[in-house]
């Protein structure tokens, strides 16, 4: 999977950095919890998204 979702950090020194993430794994407990692990992956990517 790509990018899922962007977060925000506050560095030391107070300037807010945007990080792209990605999906590194997924799994489904026997109750139906999902438990996920994101990995950073850079910048976020800026542009346009097709219409579906």
Do not use: C, H, N, W
């Amino acid at each position: 999977m790509r990018k899922l979702s962007v977060a925000a950090s506050i560095s030391l020194d107070g300037v807010v950095q945007a990080s792209a993430f990605r999906l590194e794994e997924s799994k489904t407990s026997a109750t139906g919890v999902l438990i996920t692990r994101y990995v950073r992956e850079g910048e976020v990517r800026t542009g346009s998204f097709p219409r579906a």
